[in-house]
């Protein structure tokens, strides 16, 4: 027994000194967030992206290099199920675009989504997607805004400077439009703008009966869609819900609601749908005054 003491005195007093012989643990480096925007006064599109960046808390970003030391870089292409190299961008180049893109972001794109929170935005200059069918045909697509992950790509900064009024409200209604998409989507803001036109979507304009596929041939606003011009005096297609969501979108940024209820008053449904997206888009904190 005296000798089990024994050794167990001499095993603690080992552990004690070997705790004391153990330097502290070295504390870590300081965490800094790669997509933080710092000040450079020397550099006039860095000091306009930093005093951005101090008002509203989103980054700014002209190129792929969110930070050179240690080498950060963002990927538009990046997606939750992994890299997807679908679209080819490239960045604008000249100091001056860069400036009129920092300009039109501050003044024209971020007053309007108030509270709606962005990670993070990329000037672009191209956006395309290039389909090869085979070595001799292939079809380019190009694009005005990329919901990245981690950033939202905003293309043809360069033509900003050159667009008429109508080019640029239809420019902008393109980015809010993809903006309020997602969230729009994930929460239960839509299904009173969904059920409106619910039994009509994914089916065909025709004839006079309503069946599993067909609708009866009338105007289209009557079932509470908004023409997209593709429609025939025969028949068309109706679409789908999603199709519908952003053809309302966008007739929601770029008309008034003096010159909405101008062109669809007379159609109720057009009109619930409307009401309910406004409302909806509000609630998500865009601010429609600010457009």
Known sequence: MKTNIKYLAILIF?????????????????????????DNPANDVDHQIFLLYQQSNIPLLYSDTLRKTPLNVVNLNYTLSGANTNYVYTYPKNKADILNGIAFVKNQILPPLNKVKMYSITLLDTLKTVTVYSPTYSVTAYFTVLPGLTTFGIANIPKIQNMTATQLSAYKADIFTNVVLNPLNASDLLKSFNAVSANFYNKYAYGTELTISYVPLADKRTYGLIPDGTESPSGYSIGNQTADL???????????????????????????KYNILKAAITTLGFDLTKI
């Open 14 to 38: 080992a552990v004690i000194a070997a705790c004391k012989k153990d330097s502290m643990p070295t504390a870590s480096e300081p965490h800094t967030d790669a997509y933080a925007r710092l």
């Open 246 to 272: 952003k053809l309302f979108l966008t007739k929601t940024f770029t008309l008034s609601t003096a010159d909405f209820q101008a062109q669809y008053g007379a159609y109720p449904l057009i009109m619930s």
